[in-house]
Every structure is written in structure tokens, then in C-alpha cells.
């Protein structure tokens, strides 16, 4: 016999009886050393496993878990998926927000300690103020820069970080020791100072008043500078130079009122 395939047909058998015919499957001999002859088909290609490969096995284990079973896969397979676009949803685009060493961080919390101040003069000045062009400026002062705090803070909430730490004043700028006296940001009054502001009565008030806040808006906006200096963020940008403009316009309105009761700034 020769080495190439053959292909043996077995005889068909039929009764008589009219019962069907019965056929054996043919089989292919191959070559030696292939594995022994396997059944074909009617066009001589072999047949597969039913639902064969990945999808036959998924199948087959789908069919073993039963309903209960396929019921707590999809549950779970569900919440997987759920994690997963949650992870994704919180990671992906999410904001670069200023960490806890940059200055937009450092800029919000020293900011808002030294409105504080201003905020508390200011009230002083509603409530004790003899002219009137001096309360309704301490009143501006104390509402304006009371939201502005807010606004610091929700920023400071918004990026991960605390709203007061230990650091020194002005830590956040090179050499910002420099600018810091009495552990007291630039401008700022002192406890003496602000006790005796609220001890002073009449004409005294005011223009000590004004003479405090004009040095305490002066020294704000050094700390304005020093952050626009560093290339803040957007907000932090736009709200600094706002604090500027404002904080540069109120020392002209106060410098002006102070001469009219005929007294000087304080020194620098």
C-alpha cells in the first residue's frame, strides 16, 4: 500500500423490513505516525466538539452554576464594573490642585489670618466710628474681607489640605522671614495695638483706625505681590489681583480721610 491516504468505504446494509438504512461512517487512514484513522464527514472535513474553545467552556460553566448561580455572578460582575468606572471617574481629569508646599496653599491660609484682623478693626469701626465716611468703610473692609476668607477656605478645603498648620508666617515665599515681624505678617497691629484701638473714643477712634488699616492694606498687598510673583493658579490669581485693586483704592479713600482730620500715616 502506498504512503498517501486512502479512504476505505464501508458496504451500506438495508433489510427488507423497511426499517432504515444503517450506515457505518467512513474513516480516513493517514500516513503513519498520524494518530490512527478519526471519523469525517460527509465532505471529508472532521467534525468539532459542539461550542468548542472559550466560549463553549464559558458556556458549559454557565450551564453548571444553575440559575441561583448565574444570578450571584451577574450581582457581582456588576459591582466590579461599578468600582471600576467609580475609580476611573475620580481619577481621570481630576484636577492638579496646589499641594501643601506651594504658595497658592501657603497665600490662602496667611491670607485669611490677616483679614481676620482687618475684619475685627473694621467692626470696631461699625460700631464706634464718629464719622460716618469711616463706618461705612469699616463696614466694606469687614463684609468684603470676611467672604474672602470663606473663599480661601473653601479652597483650602477643596484641596486636601488644613486650614491652619504650625508653619511660620509668610514660609511659603524665599526669604519670607524677612517680611515678618513679631511673628506678625506684614502690616499687621499688634495685641497692644488692637487693645487700643478699641479702648480710644471720638476723633481718636478714627483716625487711629484709619492709621492702622491704611499700614495693615499696605501689607497686604506686599503678600499679593509675593504670590503673583510665584505664578499662582487661576483662582488664586484672580482673586489676588482683586485684593489689590480694592485693598490700593481703600489706602487713597483713607489717606484722604486721615488728612481731613488733619494726622499723618503711621511709619512703615
Known amino acids: 500500500m502506498s504512503a498517501a491516504a486512502t479512504t476505505t468505504r464501508p458496504s451500506r446494509t438495508s433489510t427488507t423490513s423497511g426499517r432504515p438504512t444503517r450506515t457505518t461512517p467512513r474513516f480516513t487512514r493517514g500516513p503513519a505516525g498520524s494518530g490512527g484513522g478519526r471519523p469525517v464527514g460527509s465532505g471529508g472535513e472532521r467534525p468539532r466538539a459542539a461550542g468548542g474553545g472559550r466560549r463553549g467552556s464559558a ?28 475609580a476611573i471617574g475620580t481619577n481621570v481629569g481630576r484636577p492638579n490642585w496646589p499641594g501643601e508646599d506651594s504658595a497658592d496653599v501657603g497665600f490662602a491660609r496667611d491670607m485669611a489670618s490677616h483679614h481676620a484682623q482687618a475684619v475685627e478693626m473694621g467692626m470696631m ?68 495695638e488692637i487693645n487700643q484701638l478699641r479702648e480710644a473714643e471720638g476723633e481718636e477712634f478714627d483716625i487711629y483706625f484709619l492709621q492702622l488699616m491704611i499700614r495693615h492694606h499696605l501689607g497686604g498687598v506686599h503678600m499679593v505681590d509675593a504670590v503673583l510673583a510665584r505664578d499662582p493658579s487661576p483662582p488664586v490669581r484672580e482673586l489676588a489681583e482683586q485684593m489689590k485693586r480694592n485693598q490700593s483704592n481703600e489706602v487713597v479713600v483713607m489717606q484722604n480721610l486721615l488728612a481731613e482730620f488733619g494726622a499723618s500715616p503711621l511709619p512703615s
Request: hydrophobic share 45%; charged share 15%.
Open 59 to 86: 458556556a458549559a460553566l454557565l450551564q453548571q452554576l444553575g440559575p441561583r448561580g448565574r444570578l450571584g455572578l451577574a450581582v457581582v460582575s456588576a459591582i466590579i464594573v461599578g468600582l471600576l468606572g467609580f
Open 125 to 192: 469701626a461699625v460700631h464706634k466710628a464718629t464719622n460716618d465716611r469711616v463706618r461705612s468703610l469699616g463696614h466694606d473692609i469687614a463684609t468684603t474681607q470676611q467672604a474672602q476668607i470663606g473663599r480661601m477656605f473653601s479652597w483650602l478645603d477643596t484641596w486636601g489640605v488644613p486650614r491652619y498648620t504650625n508653619d511660620p508666617p509668610m514660609a511659603w515665599v524665599p526669604g519670607g522671614d524677612a517680611m515678618v515681624k513679631g511673628n506678625l505678617m506684614p502690616g499687621m497691629a499688634t495685641r497692644e
